[in-house]
């Protein structure tokens, strides 16, 4: 019994997290959103970044994160208030970020491996 107890233990600590602010947002709303609202001009259309933004996706911040950067801002990224872009708007837009796949690897793109 007790090997039993440790065992389940073990695997349960081994089990990924489970996020509580994981996005249950809408990733198409949140690329048209994220469309509509201008991200892609300094985040490149895929949240791969930009000259002016940094990259966003794949692997975003978690919902906070990103939320708090819309809020409060810095550098030349203007304000996002709840006025301008909802919470659940916010959610689509995470959701949508987190949708996206991750490049291949260099050694995968035939025309780099010449």
């Known amino acids: 019994m007790r ?17 509580a602010d994981t996005p249950t ?9 994220f469309m509509t609202y201008g991200c892609y001009q300094c985040h ?8 002016a933004g940094p990259k966003l996706a794949p692997d975003p911040l978690p919902l906070e994160g990103i939320r708090a950067k819309l809020r409060t801002p810095s550098g030349r990224m ?8 909802s919470d659940a708007e916010i959610a689509d837009i995470v959701a949508y970020l987190h ?16």
């Open 78 to 85: 203007p304000v996002y208030t709840p006025k301008v872009i």
């Open 25 to 33: 947002g809408n990733p198409v709303e949140g690329q048209r959103l």
């Open 44 to 51: 490149g259309t895929t949240g791969a970044g930009g000259v």
């Open 99 to 114: 949708s996206i796949p991750p490049g291949l690897p260099a050694r995968d793109i035939p025309l780099l491996n010449h």
């Open 3 to 19: 090997h039993t107890i440790i065992t389940a233990a073990l695997l349960f600590s081994l089990a990924p997290p489970i996020m």
